[in-house]
Structure formats: structure tokens, C-alpha cells
């Protein structure tokens, strides 16, 4: 099939890499002729082309998206002739966090406390009910941690409030977490559904550095009680293709931060790592083919961003049971720009090799 990108950063490059053993096309939507997709398809650069959505549509048996932050209009307009996998509704509600969280409360899923704040006023109500320590997030465009402010005290308030640029934003309780854990699933267009096991992510100032596959410490209990949350979302969207969902793992269990309606930073994994990545389920997931299996192949896996700077990957490339995954993408501060995979036996072996990826982790 051919299949229509709305966009063309390193996850669309990763859903191609994976379709094309399937015999699908792809094609991109595009800002510049040199995005990390730009190479793998048909680009429809929105700087050339007069309308790029409606090229792509022109190209495509179904379109998809990279991005929670695409714009719903289009995809409404494109929808009205090709097929959009995940449909207008799952990206609807995972791009704006209020509307997440509504979405949890109607399907009693666990969040932090949280209020809409539009204004000065509106915070200092909603800290009288949330307390201190509490964090203001913009409610739509936020990635890697942008877009927040944590408030500790009275004083910051107004700093806080300055800081959103009288964007509509989102008051939440600041949540005192054990662990942040994320779990991956994909919904079929005949509603089959595959989970991935709990995953848990390690963050640096908002950016995620490494993620633990599977994570550590998880009784049946806990991916229960994730999938079931899973499983409620997925088809209260009527979701085709992966979703993703953030976990807080708390002394209380699991509360839910926020689901992506996409493949995810933290399923990068899987490439190496399971019988079928998480690329290779959504794109099987969107053209109606049968899911693939989601167990893992190791006991052990790891996935390490490459940020900001590319590093000396010869040394990764000597390590045995490690693969290097690069976006063709610029070094710049803070950018996500490639990502490693470690496998191994044990929990022993897999701590050796990530010891042996110091310079790509904080200190
Ligand atoms: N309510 C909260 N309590 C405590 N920490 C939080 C809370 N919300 C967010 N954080 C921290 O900030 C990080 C980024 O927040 P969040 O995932 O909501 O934003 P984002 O910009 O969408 O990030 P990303 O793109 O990495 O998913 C979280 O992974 C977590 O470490
Ligand atoms: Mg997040």
C-alpha cells in the first residue's frame, strides 16, 4: 500500500525503515529537503508544493502521523477521502492535556489532580486546591519537558504565569513518583489488541536518556492493571495503530501522565529488541494486516538517546549485542538525534554495557 506521512522526522523515517519489507511506499510531508524521512520516500515539501496535505492524500491508500501536535483540520480534510489511522478522535484528545485528563477521569483512570487555567486568577484558585508543590504545563505543544514550570511557593507564581505566554494551560499536583513507567500497545483495524511490556524511562531535565526493557520489579499485578487502563482508552478512541501511555508508578499504583497516540521514544527498543518493533505493528496495524508478536527476544534491553551530540559511535559499533540507530540529523543542544540499543542476558550484562555508554548518559 501506499502509505501518506504527516511528517517526516525519525519516526516516520522508522515507520518507513520498517514497511518496506511489507512492500508498502511511502511518502512525507515535509518543511525542508533534508529531514531524517526526507530520503526514504516521496516528499511533498509544504514550501513547494501549494498544498502539501492535499498531495498527500492525492499519493496515499491511508495517511498517519508522527505527531500529537499535527493539525486536526487537516486531518479531518483528509479523512474525508483516505482513510486516517489513528482517526481524528484519538488525535483530538491526546494533544490537548485537558482533554486527556478527561478522558481519564470518564474511564476512571488514576491521574494527578489537575485544574484549566487560563489566567493569573485561574492559578491561584487552583493552587488553593492543588497546593504546593504543583506544575503548569501549556495544554498543547509541550515535548521533552517544554512548556512547564514547577511552583514550590507563593513567590513564583506570577513568574509561572509569564512563563505560558497566556496560552491555555494546565494546573497539575506535582506527583511524587517511584518510577516513571511507559507502556506501548496497537490496536488492529479488527480490533486485536498487542501490549509490549512495561517499560521504565529514565529523564534528564524533561528529556528521556534511557529506557529499561522490560523494567525492573514488575509483578503480573502492575502490566494488568496498565493494560486494562490500555485497553479502556483504546477503545473508548476506537485507536488503530500504537498508543502510547506514561506512567507514574507511585506508593499507590499507577497513575497515567499522558498517552501519545504514536509509536514512542520509549518503544525504540523493540527495533532490536521484540519479535516486531513497534514501526513494523503500526504500519501492519494502518494497512489492515495481521499484528505481529510484541514479546521480547532478550532478557535484558536497552534503549540510550543520542542528544545533541553524535559522539564517537565507533565505539558502539565494537560493543557486541548493541546496534546504532542515527536520524541524519544536525548536532544541536538538547536534540534527540539518534539512539542506541543494548541487549543482554542478565541484568548484570546489560548494567556492564551501559556502563560502556557513559558519554551518552547524564552524570
Ligand atoms: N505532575 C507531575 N508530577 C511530577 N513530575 C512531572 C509531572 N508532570 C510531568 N512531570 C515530569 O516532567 C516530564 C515531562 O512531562 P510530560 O511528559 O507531561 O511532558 P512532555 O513535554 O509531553 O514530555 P515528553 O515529550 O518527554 O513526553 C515527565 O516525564 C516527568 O518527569
Ligand atoms: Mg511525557
Redo the contacts with the bound molecule.
Keep these: 500500500m501506499k502509505i501518506g506521512v504527516i511528517g517526516a522526522g525519525q519516526l516516520g523515517r522508522m515507520l518507513a525503515l520498517s514497511g518496506y519489507p511489507l512492500n508498502h511506499q511511502f511518502g512525507f510531508t515535509t518543511k525542508s529537503n533534508n529531514e531524517p524521512s526526507s530520503m526514504l520516500g516521496l516528499v511533498f515539501n509544504e514550501n513547494e508544493c501549494q498544498n502539501s496535505a492535499e498531495s498527500i492524500m492525492n499519493f496515499a491508500d491511508v495517511v498517519t502521523y508522527e505527531s500529537e501536535n499535527t493539525d486536526v483540520e487537516i486531518i479531518r480534510n483528509i479523512s474525508k477521502n483516505v482513510k486516517v489511522f489513528p482517526s481524528e478522535k484519538s488525535l483530538f484528545i491526546s494533544q490537548h492535556?485537558c482533554r486527556e485528563k478527561k478522558l481519564f477521569d470518564s474511564l476512571n483512570i488514576p491521574c494527578?489532580p489537575n485544574q484549566k487555567v487560563n489566567s493569573l486568577n485561574d492559578l491561584r484558585l487552583a493552587l488553593n486546591n492543588i497546593g504546593f508543590p504543583?506544575?503548569l504545563?501549556t495544554a498543547t505543544n509541550?515535548?521533552?519537558?517544554?512548556?512547564?514550570f514547577?511552583i514550590h511557593s507563593d513567590s513564583q507564581i506570577d513568574k509561572a504565569w509569564d512563563s505560558m505566554n497566556g496560552v491555555e494551560s494546565i494546573l497539575?499536583?506535582?506527583?511524587?513518583?517511584k518510577r516513571?513507567l511507559s507502556l506501548i500497545a496497537v490496536r488492529g483495524i479488527d480490533n486485536d489488541h498487542k501490549y509490549y511490556p512495561l517499560v521504565e524511562?529514565i529523564?534528564h531535565n524533561?528529556?528521556?536518556r534511557k529506557t529499561i526493557a522490560p523494567a525492573n520489579r514488575i509483578d503480573h499485578n502492575i502490566q494488568d492493571i496498565a493494560e486494562k487502563y490500555m485497553r479502556k482508552i483504546l477503545d473508548e478512541l476506537d485507536h488503530v495503530g500504537v498508543l502510547t501511555i506514561?506512567f507514574?508508578e507511585t506508593d499507590k499504583g499507577l497513575l497515567v501522565?499522558?498517552i501519545?497516540p504514536r509509536v514512542h521514544?520509549s518503544g525504540h527498543w523493540t527495533i532490536d529488541g521484540a519479535t516486531t518493533s513497534q514501526f513494523e505493528n503500526h504500519i501492519r496495524a494502518i494497512t489492515g494486516m495481521p499484528l505481529g508478536d510484541t514479546t521480547p527476544i532478550h532478557n535484558c534491553c536497552a534503549m540510550v538517546n543520542i542528544i545533541g551530540k553524535t559522539g564517537d559511535t565507533n565505539s558502539v559499533l565494537k560493543m557486541p549485542n548493541t546496534h546504532l540507530h542515527l536520524y541524519n540529523k544536525k548536532e544541536r543542544k538538547d536534540r534527540k538525534i539518534g539512539h542506541i540499543n543494548v541487549n543482554a542476558g542478565s541484568v548484570d550484562e546489560l548494567q556492564k554495557r551501559l556502563s560502556q555508554l557513559k558519554q551518552y548518559l547524564p552524570k
Design positions: 492535556r494527578a504543583a506544575i504545563k509541550g515535548y521533552d519537558g517544554k512548556g512547564q514547577v497539575e499536583g506535582f506527583v511524587s513518583f516513571e524511562n529523564h524533561g528529556i528521556l506514561e507514574f501522565n499522558e501519545a521514544n
